[in-house]
C-alpha cells in the first residue's frame, strides 16, 4: 500500500510517498520515509502525529491512501492571533 509523509517549515515542506505492508503504523511510515534525515535540526520524534489533519497515535495503522503528518507547535493561539490582526 502507498502512503504519503508530511511535514513542513514556513520555508520548506517535504511530502514523501512510501510502500507498506498490511499492517504497517505511522511510525512504520516515518521510518520507512526516512523524514527526519531531511529536517536533521528538528525533533521530528517529539511532534504529534495525524492522519488527514486529526491528530492520532504512533501505534495506529494506516491503510493505502492514508497521509501521515506532522504537527509542529503553534507559535500563537490562532484566536489571540485574530486579534492581534483587527487591533481588537
Given at each position: 500500500m502507498q502512503v504519503e509523509v508530511v511535514f513542513a517549515l514556513p520555508e520548506r515542506q517535504v511530502l514523501l510517498t512510501v510502500n507498506l505492508s498490511a499492517g504497517?503504523?505511522?511510525?512504520?511510515?516515518?521510518?520507512v520515509s526516512r523524514i527526519a534525515r531531511q529536517f536533521p535540526d528538528e525533533n521530528l520524534d517529539a511532534l504529534q502525529a495525524g492522519l488527514w489533519g486529526q491528530p492520532i497515535e504512533r501505534d495506529r495503522q494506516v491503510k493505502d491512501g492514508d497521509r501521515v503528518e506532522l504537527f509542529r507547535p503553534?507559535?500563537?493561539?490562532?484566536?489571540?492571533?485574530?486579534?492581534?490582526?483587527?487591533?481588537v
Open positions: 504497517a503504523t505511522v511510525a512504520d511510515a516515518l521510518e503553534l507559535a500563537m493561539d490562532p484566536r489571540e492571533a485574530r486579534r492581534l490582526k483587527a487591533g
